[in-house]
């Protein structure tokens, strides 16, 4: 199973980027998907999941109103979309799935992991 982040780069406050999440080696209809971000010496942090249906659920805090999460099964993708963006969102994005609910509903745990794409957003 490998799961592809791209999308990331150097944006100015104010500005959007959308990022994609690529999968393959399982069948991604069966993935729920999430979103994690982790800033420069932080924790990592959950915004959201998208679920089999393209549902939203768990839209974090910091990000409701200005990010939104989707996903193309027939390409295989999950995407992060990002406006408004300020500084406090520069941060290595993770998308990650599981076809388990339990564990990624309420556990908020996911088996598979992209492997991050780097967001820089400037002043």
């Known amino acids: 199973v490998q799961l592809q982040a791209s999308g990331g780069g150097l944006v100015q406050a104010g500005g959007s980027l959308r990022l994609s999440c690529a999968t393959s080696?399982?069948?991604?209809?069966?993935?729920?998907m999430a979103w994690f971000r982790q800033p420069p010496g932080k924790e990592r942090e959950f915004l959201g999941i998208v679920d089999w249906n393209g549902g939203i659920r768990d839209l974090a805090d910091s990000v409701r109103g200005r990010f939104t999460i989707s996903r193309d099964n027939v390409k295989s993708t999950s995407y992060l979309q990002m406006n408004a963006l300020n500084p406090e969102d520069t941060a290595v994005y993770y998308c990650?799935?599981?076809?388990?609910?339990?564990?990624?509903?309420?556990?908020?745990?996911?088996?598979?992991w992209g492997q991050g794409t780097l967001v820089t957003v400037s002043s």
């Open positions: 080696g399982v069948n991604f209809a069966s993935l729920i």
């Open positions: 990650a799935g599981d076809a388990n609910d339990y564990s990624a509903y309420v556990l908020k745990e996911f088996i598979h």
